[in-house]
C-alpha cells in the first residue's frame, strides 16, 4: 500500500523482476555487473571503430551502430530497474511508461533493418567484391544507418501511441520490469485483440523477413567461401560471418519467441526471463564475440592500450 500511496493515480508500478526471488540482492548485483561490462563492452568498441582509421570501413561502421543501439537499449530499461530495487519506489509515470515503449520498439526494428544490412554487406564484400567499393561509399553506410534509425522511429511511433490510447482499468500493477507493449495492455478494460493480432503479425513481418534476407545473404555467402582457393581468405570470412551468425541468433531468437507466440502463451516468468536475455545479455556478448573473433578489432585494442600506456 505504501508504494501506491506515494505514486499519482496515473502512475504504473512495475513490480520488477525479482519480486518473488529469495536472493534479490545476489541476483541485482549479478544484473548490475553485466550492465557495467555491456557499457564498457560496447564503448570501447564504438570507440575503437571510431578512432582508429583501418576499422573505418563499412562493415565497421555499420557495426558501430549496432554498439550505439545496444548501449541505447541497456540504459532504457537496466538503470531503471535497478533503481526501482534500491530505493523501493517502483513507479513510473505514463510519460516515461510511453518513452520506455518507444525507445525499446524503436531499437528492436532499428536492429533488425541493421542486421539486415550488414548481412548484405558480407554478402556484397564476398560475393561481389568488385562492385563492393563502388556500391558501399561513405554515402551509402550513412543512408543504410540512417534508414535503420528512422524505420524504427517511426514503427515505434505508430505502435506506442496505439498503446497508450488504450485505458486501464483500476490496477497499475505491471508484470515486467519495464513497460512493455504486451504486459501494458493486460491492463486495459478495452478490448485489445484486435491489436494483438496486430502485434502478432507485424512482429512476424518484421523478424520473419529480416531473419529470411539474412539467412539468404549468409547462404550465398558460405557457397562463395567454399569455391575460394585462398585458405587465408577462407577463414577470415567464415571467422566474420560466424560473429555476424552468432549475433543474428542472440539477437532473433528471444525476439521471435516474445513476439511470434501469442501473448496468453508465455508464463509472466519466462516472458520476462526472455527479455532480460534480450536487452541485458545480447548486448554485453555482441561486442565481446565481434572483438575475441576478429583481429583487426584485437590489433587496434591492443594499439590503443600502448598508446596509452606510452602517455603514462
Known amino acids: 500500500m505504501g508504494q501506491e500511496n506515494k505514486s499519482t493515480i496515473t502512475d504504473f508500478i512495475l513490480l520488477g523482476l525479482f519480486s518473488d526471488s529469495q536472493h534479490p540482492h545476489f541476483l541485482v548485483a549479478i544484473v548490475l555487473l553485466i550492465l ?68 525499446y520498439l524503436m531499437l528492436g526494428v532499428a536492429e533488425c533493418v541493421l542486421l539486415t544490412l550488414m548481412a548484405f554487406d558480407r554478402y556484397l564484400a564476398i560475393c561481389n567484391p568488385l562492385r563492393y567499393t563502388v556500391f558501399m561509399t561513405p554515402k551509402v553506410c550513412v543512408q543504410m544507418a540512417v534508414s535503420s534509425w528512422l524505420g524504427g522511429i517511426l514503427i515505434s511511433l505508430i505502435h506506442t501511441i496505439c498503446v497508450m490510447h488504450f485505458s486501464t482499468c483500476d490496477s497499475r500493477k505491471i508484470h515486467h520490469f519495464f513497460c512493455e507493449v504486451m504486459a501494458l495492455l493486460k491492463l486495459s478494460c478495452e478490448d485489445t485483440s484486435n491489436y494483438e493480432k496486430v502485434v502478432l503479425v507485424s512482429g512476424t513481418m518484421f523478424l520473419l523477413i529480416p531473419f529470411g534476407l539474412i539467412v539468404t545473404s549468409y547462404t550465398l555467402v558460405f557457397l562463395t567461401v567454399l569455391s575460394m582457393n585462398s585458405h587465408k581468405g577462407k577463414n577470415k570470412a567464415l571467422a566474420t560471418c560466424s560473429s555476424h551468425l552468432s549475433v543474428v541468433s542472440l539477437y532473433f531468437g528471444p525476439a521471435m519467441i516474445i513476439y511470434m507466440t501469442p501473448g496468453s502463451s508465455l508464463p509472466a516468468e519466462v516472458d520476462q526471463h526472455l527479455f532480460v536475455f534480450d536487452v541485458l545479455i545480447t548486448p554485453m556478448l555482441n561486442p565481446l564475440i565481434y572483438s575475441l573473433r576478429n583481429k583487426e578489432v584485437l590489433r587496434a585494442l591492443r594499439k590503443l592500450l600502448r598508446r596509452r600506456l606510452m602517455v603514462k
Open 36 to 103: 557495467i561490462t555491456a557499457i564498457t563492452g560496447n564503448s570501447i568498441l564504438a570507440l575503437l571503430i571510431w578512432s582508429d582509421v583501418h576499422l573505418h570501413t563499412p562493415m565497421y561502421f555499420l557495426l558501430s551502430q549496432l554498439s550505439l543501439m545496444d548501449l541505447t537499449l541497456i540504459s532504457t530499461t537496466i538503470p531503471k530497474m535497478a533503481a526501482d530495487f534500491f530505493s523501493g519506489h517502483r513507479s513510473i509515470s505514463s510519460i516515461g511508461c510511453g518513452v520506455q515503449i518507444f525507445l
